[in-house]
Every structure is written in C-alpha cells, then in structure tokens.
T-cell receptor
Framework: GAVVSQHPSRVICKSGTSVKIECRSL??????MFWYRQFPKQSLMLMAT?????????EQGVEKDKFLINHASLTLSTLTVTSAHPEDSSFYIC????????????FGPGTRLTVT | SQKIEQNSEALNIQEGKTATLTCNYT??????LQWYRQDPGRGPVFLLL?????KEKRKERLKVTFDTTLKQSLFHITASQPADSATYLC????????????FGSGTKLNVKP
C-alpha cells in the first residue's frame, strides 16, 4: 500500500527557534498533501492543503507566516514552524492523496513537537 | 458550521462480539464519508470509504452504513479481536469543496479478551 513518511518523529526545541518537518510519499506521487494538527483526545484539525509547485491554501485561523508550507515536488512537502512558542506544541500529521479513486488519504506517522 | 459527533466515551466490548460505532453530522452534505483507525501516537490509517449514494460498504470484518437522511454513519466490526482496540475516526468530504476534510474526534474501542 501507499506509504507516507514523516521526519522527525519527535522534536524538542526552544521557544523562538524554527523547526522543519518533512513529509514524503515513498511509493506514489502525491498530487495533494495536507497538514493537520492534533491535540490530545481531540480531532484532527486541517491546517493547510498544498499542491506541488503552488502556494498552500491555509485554513481560517492558521497563520501562514508562522506555519510555512513548501510542496517542492510530487513526493515532498515541508512544514516549518517559525518562531515557535510553547502553545505550538502539538502532534503534527501530514497526509497525501494521489488523485486516484477512491480518494483516501494516506497519513504519515506524525511528529510530536514540544516547545520549551 | 458543520459539526461531526462521535461518542467521546470509550466503547468496551468482549472479544468475539460486534462493535458498532456512530458518526453523526449536522450542517453538511458530504459526498464521501471515510473511516480511519488511529493508534496512540500514530497517524490515522484508512479503512473504508462510502459515497453519498451508497447505503452500505463491506470489507472483511468491517461494515459501514451511510444514511444521508439521518445524517449518520455506523461502523461495525464483527468478531472483534483485542487487536481491533484503537480509536476510530470518521471524516467527511464535500462535493463542492473537495480536499477539505472534517474529522470527528474519534471513539476509543477497547476489545477485552
């Protein structure tokens, strides 16, 4: 089946620094990639949708200058959390779809970000 | 705005029984409804997708129903096993805003041996 990887799986950073998270589709070309954020025992909240070579579409309330998304190729998207604060600590999950029916999303394993 | 409700209380059942999880939604007309499994600290894994014009979909021990009049989907796991213990999420995607997913908060299933 389709596999999506994320790196790193866990990261701890100091407040004010920036952190980059990579999301890769390993065995398919991802026409669209998604970035989600999940708090404990809560739903996945879509942050942004990106297509290769174009600017990401951010959901309402998500600061695009703080959460920089780059969909550089059909197999790679990155999320950079800039000037991180403790309230940015969360579980970040990417997903991808290849445009093929029946349109399921393939999720990465997630990245646990802790900002101290 | 749209609202998706899944039972926040954990569902505890005995091994071998059928687990039934519910997903209710309001203020939305999804074209697709999907069910995912999520284990602690991991990303969700796709299980089943059902379209708005489908009533039921099956895959091995899994069955999904979709009632657009009641605005409800039921997810069944027959002959449940302890390995089925996980959180199950439903997700809705609209026809007019494809690629926009709304997830429920999930129901934790505990299957006891």
């Amino acid at each position: 089946g389709a596999v999506v990887s994320q790196h790193p799986s866990r990261v701890i950073c100091k407040s004010g620094t920036s952190v980059k998270i990579e999301c890769r589709s390993l065995d398919f070309q991802a026409t669209t990639m998604f970035w989600y954020r999940q708090f404990p025992k809560q739903s996945l909240m879509l942050m942004a949708t990106s297509n290769e070579g174009s600017k990401a579409t951010y959901e309402q309330g998500v600061e695009k200058d703080k959460f920089l998304i780059n969909h550089a190729s059909l197999t790679l998207s990155t999320l950079t959390v800039t000037s991180a604060h403790p309230e940015d600590s969360s579980f970040y999950i990417c997903s991808a779809r290849d445009g093929q029916v029946p349109y399921e999303q393939y999720f990465g394993p997630g990245t646990r970000l802790t900002v101290t | 705005s749209q609202k998706i409700e899944q039972n926040s209380e954990a569902l505890n059942i005995q091994e071998g029984k059928t687990a039934t999880l519910t997903c209710n939604y309001t203020n939305y007309s999804p074209a697709y409804l999907q069910w995912y499994r999520q284990d602690p600290g991991r990303g969700p894994v796709f299980l089943l997708l059902i379209r708005e014009n489908e009533k039921e979909k099956r895959k091995e021990r899994l069955k999904v129903t979709f009632d657009t009049t009641l605005k409800q989907s039921l997810f069944h796991i027959t002959a449940s096993q302890p390995a089925d213990s996980a959180t199950y999420l439903c997700a809705l995607e609209g026809r007019s805003n494809f690629n926009k997913f709304y997830f429920g908060s999930g129901t934790k299933l505990n299957v006891k041996p």
